[in-house]
């Protein structure tokens, strides 16, 4: 007589020898490669490579076409991070914040920083008129300095970038501001994922590295010497050089800011609009805490 007592029936899944069943196994199977740094790196790249070539046509084709880009991303950051915050019961006032976010970019496009500071305050102040029509309760400051936090983070400091493209050879501008971050980032995840052993901030974001810090600093500065006397007439290598070192610091700790306010709201993203990347606030970390170096560092390099 056969033992039948083993046999699985038609409808349970069989087991592997080392316990996982086959519906297992294939679901394991089925899951998106990740990269020893956490993402799935097929997606990653094919989706900054598309973001990439959005901004470079826009750039060189119409730089009002950058103008609206920013302007939209913004609002789905102000969005995302609306959405994020209110895990934690702090309610961002979108329409105030949202309108703000293109007012700081129109005021900037078209006036320059002391418009763009203009706009940033009467936001501010739009904030705080729109929680008190609400009505004043017990979280109402609570949910005003998150709309600040918005406003500051990341609108205002998106307008740095604004304020390049607005300059003379402002396509160029822009174009090193993005190449500097990326080439940042693309040394910080080359070095952290062959060599990287001591964390940076284990608590913030186990990942980074002291060994990739240094891979993000030698890429930036590499990059910055090579793309600055290129780009500008009045621009030699040591001044790129020095723009790289100084970007790669602030755009890991533009990185090591969200990750804490993530941490804090216990999110992994912000979002999942950007498949491989996250949300578009995951994207934008970096990039808006270095806009204002540039935009300061260029001025100096190359003033108009």
């Not at 293109?102 to 900037?108: E, I, K």
Request: charged share 15%.
């Amino acid at each position: 007589m056969n033992d039948q007592s083993a046999a699985p029936s038609r409808g349970e899944p069989l087991a592997t020898t080392d316990g996982e069943t086959s519906e297992m196994a294939v679901a394991r199977r089925e899951e998106p490669k990740t990269s020893r740094a956490g993402r799935n790196l097929p997606a990653a790249i094919a989706v900054g490579v598309g973001l990439g070539a959005m901004v470079a046509i826009a750039l060189f084709v119409e730089p009002v076409a950058f103008v609206v880009i920013v302007a939209g991303a913004l609002v789905i950051a102000v969005w995302e991070l609306r959405q994020a915050l209110a895990e934690r019961s702090l309610h961002v006032p979108f329409v105030p914040v949202a309108v703000g976010a293109v007012s700081m970019v129109v005021a900037a496009y078209r006036a320059g920083p002391e418009a763009l500071v203009l706009a940033a305050t009467l936001t501010c102040v739009a904030v705080l008129l729109w929680r008190a029509a609400d009505g004043v309760s017990g979280v109402a400051a609570r949910d005003v300095a998150a709309g600040l936090l918005t406003v500051l983070y990341p609108c205002f400091l998106a307008g740095f970038a604004i304020l390049m493209v607005a300059e003379p050879e402002g396509q160029w501008r822009i174009l090193t501001f993005i190449l500097l971050v990326v080439g940042s980032d693309i040394g910080g995840y080359i070095a952290g994922v062959t060599l990287g052993k001591h964390p940076m901030a284990p608590k913030l974001s186990p990942k980074k590295s002291w060994e990739g810090m240094a891979g993000s600093i030698i890429m930036a500065m590499v990059i910055g010497a090579i793309v600055v006397p290129l780009a500008f007439a009045s621009g030699v290598w040591w001044h790129g050089a020095l723009l790289g070192l100084l970007v790669a610091p602030v755009a890991t700790i533009g990185d090591l800011v969200e990750s804490s306010i993530k941490r804090d709201l216990g999110l992994k993203d912000m979002s999942n609009l950007l498949p491989g990347h996250g949300g578009l606030m995951d994207r934008l970390d970096s990039l808006v805490l270095v806009a204002p170096v540039v935009w300061a560092v260029l001025r100096l390099v190359a003033p108009h």
